[in-house]
């Protein structure tokens, strides 16, 4: 008979949450006649969408009680990048 032992070390990762924090997310619209590639990366957690008719590209309000995961918005041009910031633990 074999006997076999396997040991596996799995760092814990402990999160440290805080207040909840709502911060308001508005993107002007792309002058008219141009196309908009808007990325929305998102990992867990709750993610509503809906029409609007606002007059701006993307309007909303990102809540979340973790500093770090506080989404990023970045504008390039017409390319839209909203994500979730993965926390460094």
């Known amino acids: ?4 032992n396997v040991t ?3 760092p814990q990762q402990k999160v440290k949450t805080g207040p909840t924090q709502t911060e308001e997310i ?3 619209a792309l002058p008219a006649g141009e196309v908009a590639d808007l990325r ?14 606002t007059g701006k590209l ?3 309000t990102a809540t979340y009680n973790v500093k770090e ?13 909203i994500s979730k ?3 460094a633990y």
């Open 40 to 53: 929305l990366e998102f990992g867990a957690g709750e993610l509503n969408l809906k029409p609007g008719d």
């Open 8 to 10: 596996i070390n799995i």
């Open 58 to 60: 993307v309007t909303g």
């Open 1 to 4: 008979m074999l006997a076999c």
């Open 69 to 81: 995961l506080k989404p990023e918005v970045k504008v390039n041009g017409n390319e839209v990048v």
């Open 26 to 28: 508005n993107i002007e």
């Open 85 to 87: 910031r993965q926390p």
